[in-house]
């Protein structure tokens, strides 16, 4: 099923408790009969939703240019940072080399970026955007901001600070839990 044909609504109703916030009622119904505290199951079922969500977001926006997720995030990260080896590309992407090899390839085939030696460690090759690359990316990517504006609309400056810390947080906790 394509990104662009996914109900997002279909799977969790929201609702809003007596102060305000959003839930799924349906996460509610299912750990209602449980006498104990679900408060950590509902964030951490949300913050899956809402990274459920946004991926299709970016799916369906990165369709529209004839391009998937990562093949986006790889254009994006090599026009901020110009040529870079894939190393350092899987790294800053949170991908595996593997999979930046697939997408780089998929990109040089279709002429966006190309593949050139690194001057600075010769058994590494670096990745860097082609003139057609170039054009494409500086036609959307004013475009991507703006949709990421939409998405947090009606965030203040200091709820997306918070929103960044608290997913960091979560993040920083499972990299201790996966250490262990």
């Known amino acids: 099923m394509k990104p662009s044909e996914i109900d997002v609504h279909a799977t969790h109703e929201l609702a809003r408790d007596e102060a305000g916030r959003l839930y799924s009622v349906r996460m509610r119904q299912l750990f209602a009969p449980i006498k104990v505290d679900m408060s950590v199951v509902e964030a951490m079922a949300a913050l899956k939703m809402a990274g459920r969500a946004l991926h299709h977001l970016q ?11 990562g093949r986006l995030g790889v254009l994006f990260r090599l026009y901020r940072c110009g040529a870079t080896p894939l190393g350092d590309l899987a790294a800053d992407l949170d991908s595996t080399p593997r ?8 990109l040089e085939r279709d ?26 990316i500086e036609s959307i990517w004013q475009e991507g901001i703006k949709h990421q504006h939409e998405v947090a609309g009606g965030l203040t400056s200091d709820e997306l600070a918070q ?18």
Do not use: F, M, Y
């Open 59 to 69: 799916e369906r926006w990165a369709e529209k240019h004839d391009l998937s997720e």
């Open 99 to 106: 999979n930046i090899t697939g997408l780089v390839d998929h």
């Open 111 to 136: 002429g966006l970026v190309e593949r050139v030696p690194d001057t600075e460690d010769r058994r590494s090759v670096r990745a860097r955007l082609t003139d057609s690359g170039r054009t494409l």
């Open 163 to 180: 929103l960044r810390h608290l997913c960091l947080q979560l993040v920083e906790n499972a990299r201790k839990e996966l250490g262990k």
